[in-house]
């Protein structure tokens, strides 16, 4: 088995699709906006963002603005923290060291939902 996609859950598709694209810089595959849903190439996975309405039933609302458990693997941590936070993303934690050995960050999308940056070790 290999994994291929990942969904992520938001409440403005048009803010998540900017987001994604412009302030982490992920290409963005196919834009089904007219459908509630918007692809991007995520560095060997697909994100798939989906729309959730604000009147959906409450399960589907649980969805949207939690912890994700996604992390992006990057070279040098605090340059990609400064250039994130040069383009307006929010970050609920700084770099940290931790005991595993890497740095974590931790980053907040519009929608709320939290994911993560780390790195094995800093550069």
């Known amino acids: 088995m290999k994994l ?16 994604y694209a412009s302030a982490l810089g ?8 007219e459908y509630g849903y918007c692809v991007f190439d995520a560095g060997g996975c697909t994100l798939v963002v989906e729309a959730v309405a604000a009147d959906a039933p409450p ?11 996604l992390s992006f693997e990057v070279a040098d941590i605090d340059a990609v923290y400064d250039t994130l936070r040069g383009r307006g993303v929010v970050f ?9 050995g890497g740095t974590v960050a931790t980053l907040r999308d519009p929608a709320g939902n939290e994911l993560q940056i780390y790195a094995w070790s800093r550069a």
């Open 59 to 69: 399960d589907d609302l649980q969805l949207v603005g939690r912890f994700t458990g």
């Open 92 to 100: 609920a934690a700084s770099p940290e060291r931790q005991g595993w």
């Open 26 to 33: 992920l290409p963005l595959k196919a834009d089904g906006g």
């Open 4 to 19: 291929n996609t990942i969904r992520l859950f938001v409440s403005d598709l048009v803010a998540a699709r900017d987001f």
